[in-house]
């Protein structure tokens, strides 16, 4: 068990108080002793344990996290081998390559993007996902979801819908296309954070706990 873990949400924009409900439940669930901070300025991201990056609009989220100073930090963070979990339009803003100009992305995870691709065709489904780590079914909410169309060779897909990867992991960092914090299965929290700080601290690797949902 880790004791005085700190996790940040950022908060420019997004699910934000949806994920800070789903890392609650998932460090309930484990064991862990949590702090979750809400980050919108500089100067907080070097002092946190692990990430999440919400979705929301992918070129204000990109544009916000660059004025603040957040960017460099959120890069040296993934650079120093902490977790990182990013949804959506923050897949989109942590890929190598978002196809599109007005996207300045992190590159932290080895993919480029097509944005919104399955909105432009259904603007929002659910669906049962197998994920790579997970003994049952994720139910997973897609909403206006971009879609991972190349995936670099060190990046490990841990789920796919329709031939496409939905969720990725490139060291530390995970992310969905998908929006897990929509749900009360706090699973992919704990899979790409806590389970990512207990390996680190040599802790407990389980990778499957029972489920609220």
């Known amino acids: 068990m880790s004791a005085g873990v700190l996790i940040g949400v950022i908060a420019v924009q997004g699910n934000v108080s949806e994920h800070v409900g789903a890392i609650e439940r998932a460090a309930a669930a484990t064991g862990h002793d949590v702090n979750v901070v809400e980050i919108r300025e500089s100067g907080v991201v070097p002092d ?37 979990l990013a949804t959506c339009a923050g897949l989109i803003v942590a890929s190598r390559d978002a196809r599109d100009d007005r996207v300045d992305t992190l590159d932290l995870i080895d993919v ?56 990725v992991r490139d060291g530390p960092v995970v992310a969905t296309a998908f929006h897990p914090e929509l749900t009360d299965d706090y699973r992919i929290h704990r899979l790409a954070l806590f389970d990512r700080l207990d390996d680190d601290a040599g802790g407990n690797t389980d990778t499957e706990a029972e489920t609220d949902a």
């Open 112 to 167: 480029s993007v097509d944005r919104n691709a399955f909105g432009r065709q259904v603007d929002s489904f659910e669906a049962g996902l197998d994920v790579s780590g997970l003994d049952d079914p994720f139910h997973a909410v897609f909403i206006r979801a971009p879609v991972v169309d190349e995936v670099g060779a060190g990046v490990e897909t841990l789920a796919t819908w329709e031939d496409h990867p939905v969720a």
């Open 48 to 84: 946190c344990d692990a990430l999440a990056l919400p979705g929301g609009e992918s070129t204000t989220i990109s544009r916000l996290l660059r004025l603040e100073g957040i960017d460099d930090e959120i890069r040296a963070h993934a650079d120093a081998g902490k977790p990182i």
